[in-house]
């Protein structure tokens, strides 16, 4: 019965590969979010998806690429990974602003 | 732009003490406000909420009061715990904004 679950946990990634992150949620929220937090815990928003259109791209490179097949569903996919991408990526849904639901975290470690 | 500050931290408190974690915020526009609370290696869990001035958010013992005179939204609870231990974020959205602000997070340590 989890609300918004995002796959995998853990991630441990050599630089220059290409990596997805997964989620999903049940809530039948419209809007879909992805947040960096980095290592001093600072959380910045990425990217937000409404009815599986982009309404939020905050200066991200384009390595990052968000996909929404669905509304439920909002994955993130990134290419030739950094060392400063290490951080902790959590996906969150909403449905207008009373309510956001985040997942439990992806914590990505780029070596 | 919108945005949200908190007071420093580390905070750290011995058990049954007050807490008082201070935010205040910049907004274009008439935001709805919260406090979320991360606990080691753990995701991120809405404590409490407040959607237009003078309301007052509580949850868990923690209380926050939407404070528009001096736009500020302070966490305060009577007696912490050691299991309060965590990170608190303040956060704000602005109606059609659709995303969160977040300040940038408090750490409260509690000693037994």
């Known amino acids: 019965d989890t609300a918004v679950s995002q796959t995998p946990k853990y991630l441990v990634t050599q630089m220059g590969n290409d990596k997805s992150i997964k989620c999903e949620q049940n809530l039948g929220h419209d809007t879909m979010y992805w947040y960096k937090q980095d290592s001093k815990k600072f959380l910045k928003i990425m990217f937000s998806y409404n009815n599986k259109e982009l309404i939020i791209n905050e200066t991200v490179p384009n390595r990052f690429s968000p996909k929404s097949p669905d509304k439920a569903h909002l994955n993130l996919h990134i290419n030739s990974l950094e060392l400063g991408d290490s951080a902790v990526y959590f996906c969150?849904?909403?449905?207008?602003?009373?309510?956001?639901?985040f997942g439990s975290g992806t914590r990505l470690t780029v070596v | 732009g919108d945005s949200v500050t908190q007071m420093e931290g580390p905070v750290t408190l011995s058990e049954e003490a007050f807490l008082t974690i201070n935010c205040t915020y910049t907004a274009t526009g008439y935001p709805s406000l919260f406090w979320y609370v991360q606990y080691p290696g753990e995701g991120l869990q809405l404590l409490l909420k407040a959607t237009k001035a003078d309301d007052k958010g509580s949850n868990k013992g923690f209380e926050a009061t939407y404070r528009k005179e001096t736009t500020s939204f302070h966490l305060e609870k009577g007696s912490v715990q050691v299991s309060d231990s965590a990170v608190y974020f303040c956060?704000?959205?602005?109606?059609?904004?659709?995303?969160?602000?977040f300040g940038q997070g408090t750490r409260l340590t509690i000693n037994p």
């Open positions: 969150a849904s909403s449905q207008e602003r009373y309510g956001y639901t």
């Open positions: 956060a704000l959205t602005i109606q059609g904004a659709q995303k969160l602000v």
